[in-house]
Nanobody, 123 residues
Framework: QVQLVESGGGLVQVEGSLRLSCTSS????????MGWFRQAPGKEREFVAA???????YHADSVKGRFTISRDNAKNTVYLQMNSLKAEDTAIYYC?????????????????WGQGTQVTVSA
């Protein structure tokens, strides 16, 4: 059974930092592209960042220069380092795994999802 478990969310002030982690089990982690998405209340789930199996990364324009995705295949874990947080970054953050090659920004290309972790940025 595949499981993706996010951690690291919480309450932080504007301009603060958080690092999210997502640890997987039940799948061959190094064979999957990984992504982070987020969903704010009343809004659709949106792409945040993705990293391919071989390491190339892509970040949404809204987080470029502030967030960085990375992965540690030895630990079956993907990370999202979030700096200079803004109130509009408040959302539930989800990690996901995709069997696609390359980087996937479309949520429909992801096969497995975690339960999410809440990030709240206070002004």
């Amino acid at each position: 059974q595949v499981q993706l478990v996010e951690s690291g969310g919480g309450l932080v002030q504007v301009e603060g930092s958080l690092r999210l982690s997502c640890t997987s089990s039940g799948l061959s982690f190094s064979s999957y592209a990984m992504g982070w998405f987020r969903q704010a209340p009343g809004k659709e789930r949106e792409f945040v960042a993705a990293i391919a199996r071989s390491g190339p990364k892509y970040h949404a324009d809204s987080v470029k220069g502030r967030f960085t995705i990375s992965r540690d295949n030895a630990k079956n874990t993907v990370y999202l380092q979030m700096n200079s947080l803004k109130a509009e970054d408040t959302a539930i953050y989800y990690c996901a795994a995709s069997s696609t090659s390359g980087v996937a920004t479309d949520r429909n290309r992801y096969d497995y999802w975690g339960q999410g972790t809440q990030v709240t940025v206070s002004a």
